[in-house]
Each structure stands twice: as C-alpha cells, then as structure tokens.
C-alpha cells in the first residue's frame, strides 16, 4: 500500500475537502455535512445537529486557513483515502463543556477527537499509520500529553471515529479514566 500522510494546511484544503465532499461518508450521508467540525462546535449538540453542511464547510475553511483546524490527511496513490483530527485539548469548545473530561492537565493536552477512512479502505491499517504520525509528530514538536476518547461498545464503523480502544493501547497509550461512554486514554501514560 503507497501511503503518504500529510498535515492539514490551506495547501491540503482541497484535498480535505475533496475527501469530505465525495469520499469519506459515501456510505454514511447522516454524517456527510459534519466537515470534522463536531468538537469545533461552540454550541449546544442541537445547534450542532441544526447546522447545515454549507455552513459546516464554511466554517471548516476558515478554521483550516486560521491554523485553527489541524489534523492529517492520509493519501493512497495520491487521493485522500483518510483523515484525523487532531489539535490542542482547548482548540475544542465542545470537549471542553464535558466535566467529565476536563483534568487540570488541558493547558498541555493535545487531543485526537476524530478518524475518518474512506469505505473502501476500512481495516487496512491506515488509522494505525495515521496514530503512529501523530505520534511521531508529537514526540517531535509538541509537549505534554496526547489524549483520546475511545467509544465502549460502539456498534459499526460510525462510532468507532474516535478509533477504537485497542488501537490505543498496542500504540502505547494508557487508559487512565473510564466513564459511561468513553475511556480516556493518554500517551505517554502518566
């Protein structure tokens, strides 16, 4: 498999957003105008579930072009085959809402909230490339701690965007909080 992966920047934008007009929920169209922007949301889940695709998109523009959206694109023989976001704890309005999941740590949390695979692609290993970057990118340019939010008992490929529990763990992250829905998992594991 010819993978590539590469950071999220207004270079990449076409490439994001060919993925996600076309490609990334070409079996799922419930969630096709989400544009990645779910813990971008600044609202309520019913302003977010109000929200149309166009001003999703929109709103992902400006966020790519800011510097506010980050994450990397995974390519396959130069198409966007998956994607996962992944940016500072408080660059998420909607994380930061759950008590849950607030620590005193956030100020140096980074979070990877979000996987998205094309159809076609699902269990060929590109979500564990794109964590082994992600990794890699931390390790090299940012402090502190890498968090996730596995989904317990998710049913299909949609829920499990947040990457499932055992991908995290053969990566080296530990789980360190269990709640109702999620576990938290961070890397390295303090």
Request: overall charge negative; some cysteine.
């Amino acid at each position: 498999m010819n993978l590539s992966i590469k950071a999220l920047s207004p270079d990449t934008a076409e490439d994001f957003f060919t993925f996600f007009d076309h490609i990334a929920f070409s079996d799922n169209p419930d969630w096709a105008g989400c544009y990645c922007m779910y813990y971008h949301n600044n609202g309520s889940i019913e302003d977010f579930a109000n929200s149309t695709a166009e001003k999703n998109r929109k709103a992902a523009a400006a966020l790519i072009e800011s510097g506010g959206m980050q994450g990397f694109l995974a390519y396959l023989d130069d198409g966007p085959a998956g994607w996962c976001n992944v940016n500072k704890k408080t660059a998420y309005p909607f994380l930061l809402k759950d008590p849950q999941i607030l620590s005193p740590e956030d100020h140096r949390c980074r979070a990877v909230t979000c996987f998205t695979i094309a159809p076609g692609y699902r269990r060929r290993g590109i979500a564990r490339r794109l964590l082994e970057h992600i990794i890699e990118d931390h390790r090299l340019h940012h402090q502190g701690i890498l968090e996730a939010y596995p989904r317990k008992q998710a049913e299909g490929d949609a829920q499990h965007y947040h990457g499932p529990l055992e991908l995290y763990l053969s990566s080296g992250f530990k789980a360190v909080k269990s709640l109702d829905q999620y576990t938290i998992v961070r890397y390295p594991g303090d």
